[in-house]
């Protein structure tokens, strides 16, 4: 079926957009469902983008109304045959209202400063049909000067916003934005790469265009080629602000601009744009079998996570290092705060990486006072996993890139169906041998520690272990003006043991009322081995524990470069 879409934003800070949707009906098709998809690819939730519609109506050519009733959380059923809305009409249309007033890269967000439009979160789709070549018009307020889309132009005229895809899915792969932004651009192997930005950043001296250009020419040469005719970049400035998604020839990120400036922040800045950008191949071209197609109103289960996100994770900051936009002290600096996230996390003990792939729908995406006890993400440990792959190339005189390489031959082969864990598996010891294809094996599927100082030892470096004693209660405060909660409990911590729980309030320690400025500065108020009796408030009841503080469990202090020129080599 061939689709129109017409999207109208009339008054934007209504947050309100409408959408019309009008195609023609099959020979003899009475009825029909569309619906709205309930999660994002990328984003592995169940976010019920439904729960935002507020109207919608169903009518004919002449205007006249068919009958539609919502079925599911996120369909709609149509009967033209219906005794009290029976009509012959070949060509209908589907209306419907839409809030959109959240700001985040899986959400679309409406004010009267832009339109951030993400496509499952407001365009319907017909069900158990392909809608090939579907087209989208936009209208919206004249003081907007700006459309930016990786969505290909067919507009006639320039004061028209006319687009189209080649199918459902790539035309909600491709996010929307609408408003006065700054944009810019760069040229990378005759490919127009076009960069926008809404929001502010505070004043800074990183060259940013220049920066992400440096990022796609070495990501692209690294895959050995540019899949896409043009990229977007749509980054919102805003504070406290982070995150991504991946599109098929775009992305979206988000980034706290004020803190643009901070060497630190900028460089986590980087890793961003290079872990989003990879995307591009690795999740949006090769992916698991299971990730496509979609089943938008369902969830779509998969224990390979370790592949499209642990992976990205490990080449993320490693391609800004081997891009020369850090150096080998920096990118060691981000490995040593992986690890240390690594070591500081229960859970680890209880989740796979496969675990916690198949979970996403629960845990990560739904994390909780309880998460770190009880999961890993795979993210983290993914990233981290890959890193023992990759030092376990070096052995056999291979390199990460050398799986890459195979990952991309195995998509060019067979691009509509994505890869499977044992093809993955086969091409690691095609280029290392089975003992490290066992190796990588046992890290997705068990729990067992990881001797990642051994690893380092064997490239030049020496792990520096922080051996100060230092007062550790075991959990993770929140604040309300001044006053001091527990927001999560460590397990097997000196809190856990004591009994506190998520949720306590702190009213006072050793009868001397405690609040916030008390709570960050704990390592000058108490001493390791010392009792301390805690004045609490659960469920508005008063209840004193006695907690015995215990020394905060030994951190990574510094990843220590023994052999400078091994070392470097063993990350390029």
């Given at each position: 079926m061939k689709i129109r879409y017409m999207v109208e934003i009339k008054d934007p800070e209504t947050h309100l957009v409408h959408v019309k949707m009008s195609t023609t009906r099959k020979d003899g098709q009475n009825e029909l469902n569309v619906f709205l998809p309930s999660w994002s690819p990328g984003s592995y939730l169940m976010r019920e983008y439904a729960r935002n519609v507020r109207t919608i109506r169903a009518f004919g050519s002449k205007g006249e109304d068919l009958f539609i009733e919502q079925v599911k959380k996120g369909e709609w059923h149509i009967d033209f045959e219906h005794q009290n809305f029976k009509s012959d009409t070949t060509e209908f249309s589907i209306e419907y209202t839409i809030y959109c007033h959240e700001l985040t890269v899986r959400t679309s967000h409406v004010d009267y400063s832009h339109a951030f439009l993400h496509g499952p979160s407001y365009l319907m789709g017909i069900v158990g049909d392909e809608m090939l070549n579907p087209e989208i018009q936009f209208k919206f307020p004249g003081l907007w000067s700006k459309l930016h889309t990786a969505l290909k132009d067919i507009s006639d005229k320039r004061e028209e916003f006319i687009y189209t895809a080649e199918n459902y899915d790539d035309l909600i792969d491709s996010p929307v934005e609408i408003g006065c932004h700054e944009s810019d651009g760069f040229m990378v192997d005759g490919k127009e790469h076009h960069i926008i930005?809404?929001?502010?950043?505070?004043?800074?001296?990183?060259e940013i265009k220049k920066d992400m250009k440096t990022i796609v020419e070495h990501v692209s040469k690294t895959m050995g080629e540019i899949p896409y005719d043009q990229y977007l970049f749509i980054t919102h400035f805003s504070p406290n602000l982070y995150g991504g998604l991946e599109h098929k020839n775009s992305t979206a990120l988000h980034f706290d601009g004020r803190k643009i400036g901070h060497r630190k922040s900028y460089l986590n800045w980087l890793s961003l744009v290079a872990h989003?950008?990879?995307?591009?191949?690795?999740?949006?071209?090769?992916r698991p079998k299971e990730l496509?197609?979609?089943d938008y109103q369902n969830e779509n289960y998969t224990r390979m996570h370790w592949l499209t996100e642990g992976l990205t994770s490990f080449m993320d900051e490693i391609f800004v290092y081997r891009a020369g936009?850090?150096?080998?002290?920096?990118?060691?600096e981000l490995q040593k705060q992986n690890l240390n996230r690594y070591f500081s996390i229960p859970g680890k003990k209880f989740h796979s990486l496969e675990e916690s792939s198949f979970n996403a729908w629960i845990k990560l995406y739904r994390p909780d006072e309880n998460s770190n006890n009880s999961s890993i993400s795979y993210y983290l440990k993914g990233g981290l996993v890959f890193s023992t792959l990759h030092f376990e190339f070096l052995k056999a005189g291979k390199n990460i890139n050398d799986l890459l390489?195979?990952?991309w031959k195995r998509y060019k082969a067979n691009p509509d169906v994505g890869v499977i864990h044992s093809e993955v598996m086969d091409m690691i010891e095609d280029i290392a041998g089975t003992s490290?294809?066992?190796?990588?094996?046992?890290?997705?599927?068990?729990?067992?520690?990881?001797?990642?100082?051994?690893?380092?030892?064997?490239?030049?470096?020496?792990f520096i272990w922080d051996e100060a004693e230092k007062p550790d209660f075991g959990v993770n405060f929140e604040y309300k003006n001044n006053r001091v909660f527990v927001k999560t409990v460590e397990l097997d911590g000196t809190a856990y043991k004591a009994g506190l729980?998520?949720?306590?309030?702190?009213?006072?320690?050793n009868r001397q009322r405690f609040l916030k400025a008390d709570a960050t500065s704990m390592d000058q108020l108490?001493?390791?081995g010392k009792s301390y009796q805690f004045t609490i408030s659960r469920l508005n009841m008063l209840h004193t524990i006695d907690v015995v503080c215990e020394r905060a469990k030994k951190s990574l202090k510094e990843i220590r470069v023994l052999d400078k020129d091994v070392c470097s080599n063993a990350f390029l």
């Open positions: 930005f809404y929001g502010e950043e505070y004043p800074h001296t990183n989003e950008y990879f995307h591009t191949w690795n999740v949006k071209r090769i496509g197609p979609f936009l850090s150096s080998l002290e920096e990118y060691l390489a195979a990952l490290v294809r066992e190796k990588f094996e046992l890290r997705l599927s068990t729990t067992d520690d990881i001797d990642f100082e051994t690893y380092y030892k064997e490239i030049g470096c020496e729980n998520a949720g306590d309030e702190i009213i006072a320690i108490f001493k390791v």
